[in-house]
């Protein structure tokens, strides 16, 4: 009998996994006996988070793409399921665009600055979705899990309505591709973070405002990303998980 949370015989493909949380995913989920395609902006630093995976003795390896440009997500979701044989498991990591979270007051921003979000975390999602979803259907099998953000339920004066907003649409869009899927044996869910120890000054934040007084970590992350994502999570789906040491309880 496999132990609990056993990913054996499962791929995976997680974006925005070159670094950060995104890796941690990566690293757990092949610690739980998956094969894993690392996908990142860069080809370089895909290829150097599968390379430190591999020396790790994880069957990994890294793909680049672009995923806000369907093309490149259609082609890098082709190339996995060459390499491996199918995505079972879809993590949508990548939040952040390349320029990085651009903080500012909402009323002063421009539009271009909205879309970015926008393409990353909501349309590349739709993408994403309709890449995979047919061939986890066909096996009956799936798992499509998006990290999301507190940000979408909760207002914080940090300059992120653009990002909060589209995380909000994941949200939503999460909710809805579950209950098209749930009876074919895919579950879809989310995992909504809190305050995470990627960014300075988050620790002395997360030690005041978190009933855990510490922030996340790639490894918090990881751990409940293989929970939804093995078959003892089979009855979840639809749900966003808070993942924020209890900053939030409601």
């Given at each position: 009998m496999e132990p609990l949370f056993s990913l054996r015989g499962k791929n995976a493909l997680v974006t925005g996994a070159g670094r950060g949380m995104g890796l941690g995913v990566a690293?757990?989920?092949?610690?739980?006996?998956?094969?894993?395609?690392?996908?990142?902006?860069?080809?370089?630093?895909?290829?150097?988070?599968?390379?430190?995976?591999?020396?790790?003795?994880?069957?990994?390896?890294?793909?680049a793409a672009d995923i806000t440009d369907p093309a490149q997500l259609?082609?890098?979701?082709?190339?996995?399921?060459q390499a491996f044989g199918s995505v079972d498991i879809f993590v949508a990591n990548a939040g952040v665009p390349t320029g990085g979270m651009g903080y500012g007051k909402f009323?002063?921003?421009?539009?271009?600055?909205?879309?970015?979000?926008?393409?990353?975390?909501?349309?590349?999602?739709?993408?994403?979705?309709?890449?995979?979803m047919p061939g986890m259907l066909e096996r009956a099998w799936g798992r499509f899990i998006c990290i999301?953000?507190?940000?979408?339920?909760?207002?914080?004066?940090?300059?992120?309505?653009?990002?909060?907003?589209s995380k909000a649409g994941a949200v939503g869009f999460i909710r809805q591709l579950a209950a098209e899927t749930g009876r074919q044996g895919v579950t879809v869910n989310g995992l909504s973070l809190g305050t995470m120890n990627n960014w300075e000054g988050s620790e002395k934040i997360a030690a005041k405002s978190c009933m855990v007084p510490r922030a996340g970590s790639p490894e918090d992350v990881g751990a409940g990303v293989a929970y939804l994502a093995s078959t003892e999570a089979s009855w979840v789906t639809g749900q966003i998980y808070p993942l924020n040491g209890g900053s939030l309880t409601a």
């Open positions: 690293r757990a989920l092949a610690r739980q006996g998956a094969r894993v395609a690392i996908n990142d902006f860069y080809q370089d630093r895909a290829d150097a988070a599968a390379e430190q995976l591999r020396s790790e003795g994880f069957d990994v390896i890294g793909v259609k082609q890098m979701v082709t190339a996995v399921n009323l002063e921003s421009d539009p271009a600055q909205w879309q970015q979000f926008l393409d990353l975390n909501l349309n590349a999602l739709l993408h994403a979705a309709q890449a995979v999301t953000s507190e940000s979408w339920r909760a207002g914080v004066p940090m300059g992120i309505a653009a990002y909060a907003a």
